[in-house]
């Protein structure tokens, strides 16, 4: 039988946890700093035995909402995709799951749970109390050649790629350029505005992202300028292990004729590819980005209460939140373009 057991961050289990196949950039000492710095949640690292021997890692983080401890890993909002579980190669992760529940609710004490692990099924849930909402990403494999890659691409992408080429878009790759985040902010508030909304997150998370993870080589942020030599579009791409990841984009609606989106993702996908990534993660699934080729994965986002009252009361601050941010945009002046 599986048990979680928490653990210091100790240098021993952080070297062992990056052994694992199924790491990714979430599970990173750098993203929990990250998120831990935005959310004001405390880290919560664990490892997984049987019988004393050690079969993996859990991680994730407590917050505190109307005065109850809640385990994430992740929550959302946290702009954050998956956490949950490093397995050996043979673990059950439903084995993995039934035993979160005890370490969660018992150990830290915790009256709410939410979990969202690459690798976890519907067919992992079944049976354990938990509901789950389908919450399915598109990817693209890296793994063919540079000419597949592009071929893959609906045409009308392809053509987009290749008229912001000759209509003088350039991209360059940014290192250390303190304006970069209120840049791509200053964008991202003229994206939400055409939908008649206000960005989700401040622009402090956007400089705490880049804080904690550009010194360990593990963001890719890109600058699209057109011809005169403006900024028009940015991208945020975390990556790390074998993914890279679509963090955040965002461009002036005034220049999106001279398609810099499509070519930022384009110089990413070949930026990460010579650096042997074997997969592209939109962190979603929205319809636009089928465009680029990519496959739907499934990845379901699953929560436990300790009772129907604390369930009540995450539906009750999910719908909260949606309120909150459609009144920030009518304060805000936000009107659409339309």
């Not at 997984?48 to 994730?60: C, I, Q």
């Not at 912001?164 to 003229?190: M, N, W």
């Not at 890109?222 to 984009?249: K, N």
Request: aromatic share 10%; net charge positive.
């Amino acid at each position: 039988m599986l048990r979680l057991r928490r653990v210091e961050p100790a240098a021993a289990l952080l070297s062992d946890r990056a052994t694992y196949h199924d790491r990714l950039i979430f599970h990173t000492p750098e993203w929990l700093a990250f998120v831990a710095e935005c959310q004001g949640a405390e880290p919560v690292l664990a490892t997984v035995h049987d019988d004393g021997a050690l079969m993996g890692h859990f991680t994730g983080l407590v917050t505190k909402k109307y005065g109850l401890r809640i385990l994430g890993s992740p929550m959302a909002g946290w702009t954050t995709s998956y956490q949950g579980f490093n397995l050996r190669p043979g673990v059950s992760r439903r084995a993995a799951m039934k035993a979160l529940i005890p370490f969660a609710f018992d150990d830290l004490g915790c009256a709410h749970l939410e979990i969202r692990d690459r690798a976890l099924t519907e067919d992992d849930l079944g049976g354990l109390g938990f509901q789950w909402d389908a919450a399915p990403t598109a990817v693209i494999d890296l793994n063919p050649d540079e000419d597949a890659l592009f071929g893959a691409m609906a045409s009308a992408c392809r053509r987009n790629i290749r008229k912001a080429a000759k209509s003088g878009v350039t991209i360059e790759e940014v290192h250390g350029d303190p304006a970069f985040a209120e840049e791509f902010y200053d964008q991202l508030r003229d994206v939400f505005a055409k939908q008649n909304l206000v960005p989700t997150y401040s622009v402090e998370r956007v400089k705490s992202l880049i804080r904690h993870l550009e010194p360990a080589g593990r963001i890719l942020l890109l600058r699209a300028r057109d011809p005169e030599g403006r900024s028009i579009a940015t991208a945020v791409l975390p990556w790390y292990h074998r993914t890279m990841y679509f963090w955040g984009g965002a461009s002036y609606r005034e220049h999106q004729h001279l398609r810099p989106n499509e070519t930022l993702i384009w110089h990413a996908l070949r930026w990460a590819k010579a650096r042997e990534a074997t997969e592209f993660d939109f962190v979603g699934g929205n319809a636009y980005k089928t465009k680029y080729g990519t496959v739907e994965v499934p990845v379901p986002w699953a929560r436990r209460s300790r009772s129907p009252l604390v369930a009540r009361l995450r539906d009750a601050a999910k719908q909260g939140f949606a309120l909150k941010q459609r009144t920030a945009a009518r304060l805000a002046g936000v009107r659409s373009d339309s």
